[in-house]
């Protein structure tokens, strides 16, 4: 393998983790995702629509957030990431970009890569949304990448707990060199997950969002494995918000074999500023492993506009 290749394989595997994810709230609302991407989170959501506990009051206040939408330019969004919805409110565009630069040491190999990641997430209707993302490396530079798709439905959402489905999907353009020196475009396999968050108190929340259950790659529809994400968020004040999260395991169904947080300990940590509810500005340190830290980690920068 190439030091190139090396490279654009140890973004895309730190990307799996990082996914916006000083959106990993964001994506969320990732993005993170997210990209950890990962990440959102407040008191009372004038973006969603109303729920059993919401009843007739909240339709109403949705309604009037949808008017003060119209005349703002975005639906009465919050600015705080523990206060916005998991999904985008219909007719709003997010625009992301992520620039991680990523160490990797593999044996006595290792590599040092700068990679860039642009996407962007559109509200299709009241409580769905998609997102296109396209990843690549900038040095050593090599336009072909990973290319994914990811759609949400909003199940609920309230002043305590939003939750959403989410499936994702892609391509992969860099390809598998074969022995001829040829390549191929790869499918990236199908991925069936939830972006959820729990707030405990107005400033803490617990969160998980990504593919939770994953279907195979090139061998479609092996393997197929169960994830376990999990995430801790603060806001510390209307314009900051922190966030930490790992993964407690990989749970492998066809074939078996699992993978637990005592084998390898992901780990992310980030934060994220909001001057207003149109940008976000973050940046975050992922390890793939934190038992091998020195091994292979990444610092990755994010920005996001909506409009």
């Known amino acids: 393998m190439t030091n190139s290749k090396l490279v654009v394989a140890a ?21 993170g995702g997210e990209e950890m991407g990962g990440e959102g989170e407040g008191e009372g ?4 629509g109303g729920t059993e506990e919401s009843g007739g009051d909240g339709m109403a206040a949705t309604t009037a957030a949808g008017e003060e939408m ?6 009465g969004y919050p600015q705080a990431v523990i206060d ?11 625009v992301t970009a992520d620039l991680p630069i990523t160490y990797i040491k593999i044996l006595d190999t290792s590599a040092t890569g700068v990679g860039l990641g642009i996407g962007a997430r559109y509200g ?16 050593d530079f090599e336009i072909k990448g990973p290319l994914g798709v990811v759609a949400q439905y909003e199940i609920t959402t309230s002043d305590k707990l939003r939750v959403a489905a989410r499936v994702s999907t892609g391509l992969d353009f860099n390809g598998i060199d074969l022995t001829d020196g040829s390549s191929k475009v790869e499918f990236a396999g199908v991925g069936v997950g939830l972006n959820l968050q729990y707030k405990i108190t107005p400033k803490i929340a617990v969160f998980t969002n990504g593919d939770h259950l994953s279907l195979g790659g090139s061998d479609f529809p092996k393997p197929v494995s169960l994830n376990l994400p999990i995430g801790f968020g603060f806001q510390a004040n209307e314009k900051i918000n922190v966030f930490a999260q790992t993964s407690i395991g990989t749970i492998g169904l066809s074939p078996s074999g699992n993978v637990l947080i005592s084998d390898i300990t992901p780990f992310q940590l980030g934060g994220t500023f909001s001057p207003d509810n149109k940008l976000d500005i973050g940046a975050a340190l992922t390890f793939l492993d934190l038992q091998h830290a020195g091994d292979a980690l990444a610092v990755t920068l994010h920005a996001a506009f909506r409009m």
């Open 11 to 31: 973004i895309a595997a730190l990307g799996l983790f990082t996914a916006n994810k000083a959106s990993a709230q964001d994506d969320p609302c990732a993005g």
């Open 45 to 48: 959501n004038p973006c969603a």
């Open 70 to 75: 119209a005349a703002e330019g975005l639906p």
């Open 84 to 94: 916005r919805p998991g999904v985008l409110p219909k007719g709003v565009l997010e």
């Open 124 to 139: 299709l209707a009241p409580k769905i949304d998609a997102q296109l993302t396209y990843s690549f490396s900038l040095k």
